[in-house]
């Protein structure tokens, strides 16, 4: 638009200056007749044309995006094994006393060295429970002492029953010697006296 208004103006002037010119020569000066020069148009500088983008904006087919992998829980470390609680130590229960009664419950005796006879110690096993008992073998823990007669061992005894075991202690034997009569019932404590002797 103001290219074309440029040069409609400069036309007009073109025109004008040739109409003075020519009135001037109708009084009869010559004139030279001369176009004036038209001014040139005001350049409009060129608008700079975008070249419409043909880049080719298809890219290359990308892959729909993968999901996120879930991060993976570390398992909890395996629980120490308990261990096992200490053995209880055992707990020895103490076995009955023979249902057995001995009387004398103890002897004391003292006999010369190189007696050829020492006196003889008699010991009566009675049965003091409410059932019959059979006696085991009867011993001594005094090798001293020895036993002459046994009428026990192997025994069975009727509650209130009894039976005698006779000792005799070894007059060639010099010393104080100590040590027990024992009377045994299977599965129980033995029943007992003490035999205490000295030779001199």
């Known amino acids: 638009m103001r290219a074309g208004w440029l040069v409609a103006a400069g036309i007009a002037a073109a025109v004008a200056v040739t109409g003075i010119h020519l009135a001037g020569a109708g009084h009869g000066a010559p004139v030279a007749s001369r176009a004036a020069p038209v001014p040139p148009a ?22 729909p995006p993968q999901p996120a992998a879930a991060p993976t829980a570390t398992p909890p470390p395996p629980p120490a094994p308990t261990p096992p609680p200490p053995p209880r130590p055992a707990v020895a229960v103490a076995a009955a006393a023979a249902p057995l009664g001995v009387q004398p419950p103890a002897v004391v005796e003292t006999v010369p060295a190189g007696s050829a006879l020492s ?23 005094a090798p001293a002492f020895r036993i002459v007669r046994d009428g026990c061992s192997g025994t069975r005894l009727a509650p209130g029953g009894g039976c005698s075991v006779t000792v005799q202690l070894s007059a060639g034997t010099p010393g104080h010697h100590t040590g027990s009569l024992l009377v045994p019932v299977a599965g129980m404590r033995p029943a007992s006296a003490r035999l205490e002797g000295t030779v001199r």
């Open 119 to 141: 006196p003889l110690l008699t010991f009566t096993v009675t049965a003091t429970g409410p059932s019959a008992v059979t006696v085991g073998t009867v011993t001594t823990t």
């Open 42 to 63: 005001a350049a409009v500088p060129a608008r700079p044309v975008t070249a419409p983008d043909t880049t080719d904006r298809a890219a290359a087919p990308t892959s």
